[in-house]
């Protein structure tokens, strides 16, 4: 087999090669949506801390 019968699979190479790219980009945008997400949530709690009240009585 060859690098460009590989590359042209079977005549079907414009769906599969869309179908990985597609699979990529969603990936790429999952990944930024739950980077995104985690530092949201380390801000929201660094807030909650710094309001927590800081007495030594409990």
Same mark, same amino acid.
């Given at each position: +087999? @060859?690098? +460009?019968?590989? /590359? @042209? $699979?079977?005549?079907? %190479?414009?769906?599969?090669? %869309? @179908?990985?790219? %597609? %699979? !990529?980009? /969603? !990936?790429?945008?999952? +990944?930024? $949506? =739950?980077? #995104?997400?985690? #530092?949201?949530? /380390?801000?929201? !709690?660094? #807030? =909650? =801390? #710094? +309001?927590?009240?800081?007495?030594?009585? @409990?």
């Amino acid at each position: +087999m @060859s690098v +460009m019968e590989f /590359l @042209s $699979q079977g005549g079907y %190479a414009y769906f599969v090669w %869309a @179908s990985y790219g %597609a %699979a !990529l980009v /969603l !990936l790429v945008g999952e +990944m930024v $949506q =739950l980077r #995104r997400t985690h #530092r949201t949530i /380390l801000t929201r !709690l660094g #807030r =909650l =801390l #710094r +309001m927590r009240p800081r007495g030594g009585d @409990s």
